[in-house]
Every structure is written in C-alpha cells, then in structure tokens.
C-alpha cells in the first residue's frame, strides 16, 4: 500500500506548486526532487493561478509570510480548488503572530484544503481559528485543551505541554478526528508520534528520530512530501499523507544510522533527503511503524 | 584554454551580482566561491545600479521572479550595460506564465545580454518572445519546433519533447546559431547534451550525469559560473561560457564517482561544489569532452 | 567560562528572531539549531513585534536588504529594546550602497544594538556612519584608516587593506575599543582575527582557518550565534560574544580536520554545523585561543 503510493510518485513525477517561506526552499525542493516529484517554487501573485494550473498540486506555507505571499495563496489556492489538484496548507507558526492567525482565517474560510499538516500547536490553534470564524463555541471535551494554546505559542515548535505523548494519545487521536471532520481536511498533527486523520480513521505512525527537530525545515520537507503523495495518489490521499508520513520517518532512522560520529545537523540534513532519494518500496514498507484507530 | 579560463577566475576572483530566485541562492553563491569568484546577491532597485557598479559581471535569473526583482533587474542590467559587465540572462520556467513572458520581453528590449542560458525549452520561448517584439515571422526552417512550446511549457524543466538527442543534434545546432545571431548573445542551451554558440560557431559539450537534474538549481549555479567565467575572461566569452560549461560537467562527473552508496541528491549537490572548489586545470582540459560545429 | 556560556545556551534553548538575507537563512537556522538555540525568521512589518516579543533575542542582517524588511528591523528593534532582549546587528556589505548606509545610519539613530559584528571594513563604515549622524569630526588617530573607505568598499569582503595583521592588531584593538565606547555597543570585528571589546577590554581571538571565507554566510552564522549566546547570558554579553567567537573559530577547525581530500566549501559548511552541534566546553575550552588586551 505504501509501496504503491511511492511508486506513483516515481511514475507521475508531479509537479508541486510551491508559495513557501525562504528558510527552508532549496530543502524542500530538493526533497521533492528525492520523491520523485519536480517543484516549482513561486509566489508572485500575477502569475500564481498559471504556474499552479500547470503543476499537479500545490502546497503552501505560513513560514516567513507576507501580504504578497498571501495574496499569492489564494489566488493559486483558488485555481487549484478549480481544478480539483490537492492543496496541503502547513500552518507554520500560526500562534506566533496576529497576521498569521489573520491570514490563516481568511485562508480556512476562501480554501478548501485536503491536506493540513502541522505540529500539535499549530493544528489545535488551526481548529481554534477555524471555530472563530463562525463564532462557535468550542466542548470542552473537544478542544483537547485548545484554550491554553493562545497567546502562548512561542516560535514555531510545538508546545512541550502540548506533545503528544502515549498517555495522551486517546485524547488527541479523538482530537485528530474532530478536527479533520470538521475541517473537512485530512488532518495531520506530526511530531515524536504523527496523527492523520480523515475524519473516520485516525492513523498513528511511530518511528522517525527525536533529533530530526533540530534540523531546520523537516516540517516543510514532509508537507511537500505530503503534497507530492497525494498528488500522484488523488484517489486515496489519507493513504497517501500516510506513506509520505512513513518515508518521512524511516528516512530519519536510516539517515541517523548512516551518520558518523562526527556529523551533526546539518549532514543529518542531507542524509535525510538522500535517504528518500534511495527509499525503495519494500523498504518503506518494512520500516514502517503505524496502526489506525 | 580551459584551463587558462579557470586560471582567470582564480587570479581576478570576480565579484558577481546575482540578481537571483530564493530557492537556490546559497547553492549559488557557494558555487561563485568554489570556483574562485565571490557573490554579491541584491535585488533592491534603491542598491541595483551601485552593486553592479562594484561587481564585475552580472547574472539574472527569473526564477521566483517578482515586480521588485524585475524593476532591479532593469535597473542592474542598464548600468552594467554602461560599464561593459558581462551580463547574462537566466530565463528559468519563463514558458509558465505571461508574468515570466512579458518580464522577459521587456528585459530583451531594453537591455544587451552577453549571455543567455536556459534549457532547449526556454531559450525557445525567449527567442519566439524576441521576435514577438518585432512582430516577426520566423521560417519553419529556422524555428526548430518553437510554435509547439508556448502554453505547453510546464514548470521549470525542459518539455522532453525539446530534448536535444543526437538524432537531432543538426537542427538543434542551427537553431542555436541562429537565435545566438539574431539576439546578438552567447546562447547556451544546457541540457543533457550542451550547446554554446556566438552564431558562428557552435560547441557541442557532451557528459556530466543525468542525475544532475534531481539537484535543484544545476542550472542556477551553472548560470553563476558562466557569469564569473565570462567576468574573468571577457576578451573571449565563447570559450568562457564553454569552460563554465565543461567545468559543469566535469564536477558533475566526478561527484558521481565520489557518492557513496547511501547518498543521494542532497550529498550530490554539495559534492559537485566540491568538486569545483577542487577543480584543477588538467583535470578539467582532461575530462572535458567537446567538439565545434 | 566559555563553557559555561555554551551550557547556558543549551539549557535555556533561547528563541532567537532573524530578520535576515534570503542567501544564508536556511544556514543560519541550522547554525542556531546546532547550538542549543531555535530560529524563527520573520520580515513583515505586521508581525515583527510579536515575533519578537516571543523570543529571547533579536538578530538583525543588513545582505538582500529591502524597504519592508528595514521596516521590519526597526518594529522589531524597538520592540526587543523596550523589552530588554539583546539586539545584534550584522551590518553586512554596508559600505556597497548609499541604500544600506542610509538605513543602517537610521537603525542607529533609533535604537540600541547590544552587539554590533562584521569585518573590520563594515564596522569601520559604521563607526564612520554614526559620526555623520552627529556631524562630529573623527580624529585621525581614532580613524584606523577610515577616511579610505567611504567609495571603495565592494561587495560583502572586508578590504585587503584593511584587514586587521599583527603588526597592525595595536591600532586595529584601539579602534574596537573606541568605536564600542562610543556607539554604546559590544564591537565585534571578525576575520581572520577577531577583536570584541565592551569598549573597556578588548579580546583578540585567533585560530579558525582562512578557507572559512570560502563558505557564504559564515559571518551571518557567527551572528546568529553571538545573538544566541549573548541572549542565554544577558548578563555577561561580551563572554557570551566571545565565546561564540571562539565556538565558530573551534568548529572551523574541527570541520577543515575532518573534511577528506575531495571534498571543498559545501561539504566544510556542512562540516562546520556539524563541529558546532557536537561542541562539548571542555573541547571549547582547550582548543580555544584569545587573550585580553
């Protein structure tokens, strides 16, 4: 299965529009490159709808944003919703500013997304957000503590009392689903754990390296994977979200294995993106730790 | 010769302004510095005429292009034309959007470019925009396909359609010269197999790896070192262009035999800049591998 | 001592805000990965403020400059002085525009610069920047030379001439001291030797190696790394720059003994994030070479 979804990358070799931010952007395309996928990196609002309508999917990101660079996500968001091509929206950092919570929110009510991928901060502010705009009152049983999160959110990492951790996991899985239900997105809440989720089925993926944190850019990396994954897959794209979340992890373990004792980050970097680059199908599908809920 | 090329980057270290795409600077002005050159990247147009003024050759590239990155380019392009700078012209994914394709007839038109670089699939497009201006036929002999390009162009890669085979190497070749001729530049088109012409006379550049197309910005960083080749050896921007280009090639060549097993893309990019930082005179006059047409 | 600095940094993991070039980011994020610290890059103006109110220390960058981002700079700055978070600024190729004297002469006006780092001709341009702010005559003895920069100065490189030898160091340590007395900041001129002074003391670090000039963006990362240190030591900000100083000159070391023959500048930037995320304080300690003046 996961297999499968790799391989249609490989025979596709989609084009991923890219409006991103500039810290991460040669790493993501080369990471796109390793899938199998082209990019295509482009923001400027005159051409976004043409560049997006020759590409297969498009993916976009909060990361280093701009009112340029927002304008440019709806006008491709708007034609790539048009023409049916998967749109993953990776809501980097969105606690940390008003503009980001602002532009999130007119993003969420303009798009619709099928795919939103973040760390747990960022998707429970997502669902907050999501929630404001048509002023809904939020359970508590549902907010899987979503009240702490405003004003509280530092950078653009997850909160450690956020984490999801393997006593919490019943909470946020139900969390998981709640949020893409109503989102009406596939959901994916990545970290230590990761969690996609339809609605219905909620997969729980393990696996990956706890240091691959403290590379710069993993989470852009995976959301263009995301986005590769289910461009090349549209039929089956919580399938997809979850081999790209797989390939993501089990690249990180054989990255870290293939590390010498005096590399750090930054080789740890390459060795990530060149282990998607030699990632075979049997490998993928042998590595692979996940269960659904 | 080559090697003599090479030499005079060494000996001038010229300093390049890039007016570039965000997705692979570091890439390139780490290439700049391997092969002896140092960059200077700038795209405000409040700073572009006084950069280039201090630099001794400039490169533009219309990847990630914006309204502010065109108006410098206008700006850097006319001053270095003043000064005599060798200027070249990178026109990446300029058949994506109408944005790419005015930007670019209006940089044609008002400005000399010393050298243009791009895939067979844009320098088609820029010699049809080029003739456009001045609402020109081109004869079906000369043309080598180009009504097929326009509103087919997709991203940034040359359409497979264009490539340039040795079953078709003739007619590519006198596509070359002639748009080489008629826009009065150096015209390289780079691919799997490199073509180099002034309009008389026409460098057929074979090797490198197809691998290289997997590493985002090849051709960025190779526009960055045929603009550091041509600054330190303006008497003969010719054989500069084809140095940069054999340069290329070569280094791609020899980062292949330097991978290991379990590197990829990622490690690929840095061993080819590697491999230029190393680059020695006889090694590349050895394992260069051209003829003239 | 520089032990203790590097442990803070890794205990504290301070969230460091850029406002930076678009050249060196994604470098720069993993430089401050590698020691401890966490980056978030941030240039609208709409959000800089809160950005900065998030984290624990601000660094600004002077490479690709533009309007909206020295708009950024001053929100932020403001902001980060009001707040007390220590606030670098990397004044990079200053003396190459009218633009970037004009608006590094504006952030010196308005706000406070804990740390003020970049090669003995940039700072020379900013001591020389800063008079002109008070129409003050700089006497001849303090100058160091710096009549002869305004006009020469190109592109991101100190000036040969400027640069700062041992038969020169006197004058050269006289100088930083004057310059970080009277702009009221930490001066930090970096080279081949570095010279950091509070105005009071001047500390002359050696080592590194000179192929580190060869990597783009080894200036903008010591920033980043100044910024991190001086922001997990705000109470001891001119250990805390030297001992970042001499982290960067430690790791440049390591990473050129660990480079293997055929590798060059991609593969040592690489190595030098690595050295940087594998620093203990005890190598720190030993392998480090300054003394006082």
Redesign the interface.
């Known amino acids: 299965m996961l297999q499968e979804c790799l391989e249609n990358v490989r025979k596709m070799t989609p ?1 991923i529009h890219c409006i991103t ?7 993501v ?2 990471m796109l ?2 899938c199998g996928a ?7 609002p ?2 976004a709808a ?2 997006t309508a ?2 297969a999917g498009l993916a976009m990101n909060l ?6 660079t927002i304008a440019a996500m709806h006008i491709a968001g708007r034609r790539a919703n048009e023409l049916g091509h998967p749109v993953l929206f990776d809501p980097v ?1 969105v606690g ?5 919570q602002e532009s999130a929110k007119e993003l969420l009510s303009a798009l619709h997304f099928d795919v939103i991928r973040g760390n747990v901060t960022e998707i429970k502010m997502i669902y907050k957000l999501y929630h404001a705009l048509f002023d809904r009152h939020i359970g508590e049983e549902k907010a899987f503590g979503t009240d702490a999160v405003i004003g509280k ?5 997850a909160l450690a009392s956020d984490a999801v951790t393997e006593g919490k996991l019943s909470d946020a899985v139900a969390f998981v689903k709640t949020a893409a239900s109503e989102l009406h997105s596939i959901v994916a809440v990545t970290g230590a754990v990761d969690l996609i989720s339809d609605g219905m089925l909620c997969y729980v993926i393990r696996g990956g390296r706890e240091e691959m944190s ?4 993993t989470g852009c990396q995976l959301s263009g994977l995301m986005t590769a994954f289910a461009s090349a897959n549209p039929g089956n794209m919580l399938t997809a979200a979850l081999a790209a979340s797989c390939t993501m992890k089990t690249a990180g373990e ?1 990255a870290w294995r ?1 590390l010498t004792e ?6 740890y ?10 990632m075979d199908g049997d490998t993928l599908e042998r590595m692979a730790d996940y269960e659904v809920r």
Chains 1, 2, 3 share one sequence.
């Open positions: 084009l931010n500039y810290v991460t952007t040669g790493d395309a080369n490159l390793a082209k990019p295509i990196m482009a923001d400027e005159k051409e043409e560049i020759c590409a990361g280093t944003p701009g009112e340029r950092g940390a500013s008003v503009f980001r959110a530092s950078g653009v990492d403290r590379v710069t850019g054989i293939n005096e590399e750090g980050n930054a080789s970097r390459n060795r990530m993106i060149d282990a998607v680059y030699r």
